[in-house]
Every structure is written in C-alpha cells, then in structure tokens.
C-alpha cells in the first residue's frame, strides 16, 4: 500500500496495548479503522477516547466490535460487520494476543488450547476472513500479523505455547506475503521486543473452557521488562511507516539483532556438521564432504 488517507484498516486486541497504538497511528494517517477486541469495556472506554481526539467530521471513521479471534465463525462475523461499516477494508492487523508459560510437561491442555487458539489460530481466522475481500477489491492492502521477538530468537525456557505460536506466525506471513505476489496485497510480520502494554494481565481473557492458568511468565522476560518497554504508540507509528515501506519483518527492538545472527551461526554450524557426519559422507548423499 502506498497511499493509506481514507482506507480501512480491522485491528485485533485494538482496546490496549500495541493494537490501540496501531490504531491510533492509522487514525493520525486519515484512515478509518475498525477496532476488534474480546474485552467490551474496554473498548467502549478507547471508543470515547478516540472519537474525542477525533475532529467532529472525522467520528464516523472508528468503529467498534467485539471478537473472540479463536473462534473462526466470530471472526468472520467481525469481518462482516467491518464491511458493512465501512464499505471496504485495506489493512488487516492480526495482532491480539495471550500469554501462558510454565515447564513443557506442566503446561495443561488449556494453556495449549488457549494461547494456540488466540496468538495463532487468531491470526489465520483473520486472514481467511479478509483476504479473499482485499483481492475482490483489486486496490490493494497489506496484512500485519503480530509474532514477537520469541518468533526468531532461540527457545525461551519455560515459555512454550507462547514462542512455538509466535515461530508459526512468522512461517504463516512469509507464505502469505508470497501469496499476496499474485493477490496483489502485502504482508508484514510484527516482532516486538519489550512494549509497555497489558500482555502480563492476559489471564484476564482467558475463558472458564480452558481452566485455570498456572504461570504467565517466561523465565527470559520479566514483567518489569514490559513495564519498561518501548512505548505502544511509537510501535504504532513504526508498523505504518513499515507498511507503506513493504517491509517483511518490523523489529521495534534493534539491540537484539545479534542474538538473532547468533541463532542463525548455530545453524549454519550444525549444516557444516551435517555435512561432515559420518552418516552422509559414508553414503556420498548429496551435499556431503568428498571423503579425503
Ligand atoms: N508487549 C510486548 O512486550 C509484546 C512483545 C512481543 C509481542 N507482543 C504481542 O503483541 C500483541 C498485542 O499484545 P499487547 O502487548 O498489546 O498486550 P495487551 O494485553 O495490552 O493487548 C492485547 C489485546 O488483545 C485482546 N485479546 C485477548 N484475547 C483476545 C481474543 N481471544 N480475541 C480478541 N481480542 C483478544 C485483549 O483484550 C487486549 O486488548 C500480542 O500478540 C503479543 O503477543 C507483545
């Protein structure tokens, strides 16, 4: 997208946090925005805020609707009423999110359940829901899915159903962003180090089906880190700029680029290992070292 005054953006988990600052950056821009959230107060609560900072010509261009985003046919019924709001949609942020941590083997079937359901599942309901409109319209538009930092560090310790979906999110963009080559729409994936957001008061949404949560944390990240973290609406800001500039990964956090190089150097390290292993040369399989 190059041009986004007067287009239509749908943000999940848009009451706080990083959707609220993506929101409120696309408002700045003149878009008009649809915020999708599971909690009702809250989103009544930022509906008043922003319609206030609004000029009184521009009100119509927020709506709100509520959203369990693990359920598809809930989903696809905010998609429906976005449409109906506003006629089109451009830019879809697939950005709520959940935590739930804990070692491997105490993680309850819920906490798979949950955090699979919201930070993944979320994420594709979002896209079956809008994608097929954005190509209909042939004017473009871009998907932004929310990963996080936890998608392309090495395994965080104790934290499991939140990094595994976070890496899922990655692999389903960069496919999406492919996609969009021949749908004629962008796709951007948002990895955010520490943002000063809700996220650590996730339990909040959890639903009575999936039972009670043991652990929030992950053993790497406090919920000090967050607490001090980068401010949401400078993430806001950035993901619009990373938008009209058709990035594929948007890094809020610089300073850890090289743990990520450090990652990929392990890698590259156990393919020069594969490639002396007994088990290939022995065989001669391809890409195998010539034995001396
Ligand atoms: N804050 C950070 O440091 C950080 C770092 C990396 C990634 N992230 C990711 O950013 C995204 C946004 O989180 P945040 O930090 O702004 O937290 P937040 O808690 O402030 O906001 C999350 C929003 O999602 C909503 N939500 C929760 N479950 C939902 C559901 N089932 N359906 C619809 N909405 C739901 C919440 O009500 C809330 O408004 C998440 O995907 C999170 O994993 C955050």
Redesign the pocket.
């Known amino acids: 997208m190059d041009n986004v005054a007067g287009r239509v953006a749908f943000v999940?988990?848009?009451?706080?946090?990083?959707?609220l600052g993506m929101t409120r950056a696309f408002l700045n821009a003149g878009m008009k925005v649809m915020l999708?959230?599971?909690?009702q107060k809250?989103l009544d609560r930022t509906m008043a805020t922003l319609r206030q900072a609004l000029p009184s010509n521009r009100s119509d261009d927020v709506a709100s609707v509520v959203?369990?985003?693990?359920e598809r046919h809930s989903v696809f019924q905010a998609a429906n009423a976005t449409l109906e709001t506003f006629g089109k949609i451009h830019a879809v942020c697939n950005?709520?999110?959940?935590?739930s941590g804990g070692h491997i083997e105490d993680c309850t079937e819920g906490d798979w359940k949950w955090v699979i359901?919201?930070?993944f599942l979320?994420v594709i309901h979002g896209c079956q829901a809008f994608i097929p409109h954005i190509k209909r319209q042939g004017e473009g538009g871009h998907i932004v899915n929310?990963?996080?930092?936890?998608g392309v560090l090495g395994g965080m310790p104790d934290w499991a159903p939140?990094n595994s979906t976070?890496y899922s999110v990655v692999g389903l963009t960069e496919v999406i962003r492919q996609e969009g080559r021949e749908g004629g729409y962008g796709a951007s994936v948002?990895?955010?180090?520490?943002?000063?957001?809700?996220?650590f008061?996730?339990p909040r949404?959890r639903g009575d089906q999936y039972g009670p949560q043991q652990s929030t944390v992950a053993r790497d990240v406090s919920a000090d880190d967050?607490r001090k973290?980068l401010n949401?609406d400078i993430v806001g800001r950035l993901v619009l700029e990373a938008v009209l500039a058709d990035r594929l990964f948007i890094f809020t956090d610089p300073r850890l680029k090289g743990r990520v190089e450090r990652r990929h150097e392990k890698m590259m390290l156990d393919f020069e290992w594969a490639a002396n292993s007994k088990a290939l040369t022995e065989s001669g399989a391809p890409g195998a070292s010539k034995k001396s």
């Open positions: 999940t988990g848009a009451a706080s946090g990083i959707g999708a959230d599971i909690e809250a959203v369990d985003v693990a950005n709520a999110g959940v935590t359901g919201v930070n979320g929310t990963s996080s930092m936890a939140y976070k948002l990895c955010p180090g520490g943002v000063a957001t809700n996220i008061d996730a949404n967050i973290g949401p």
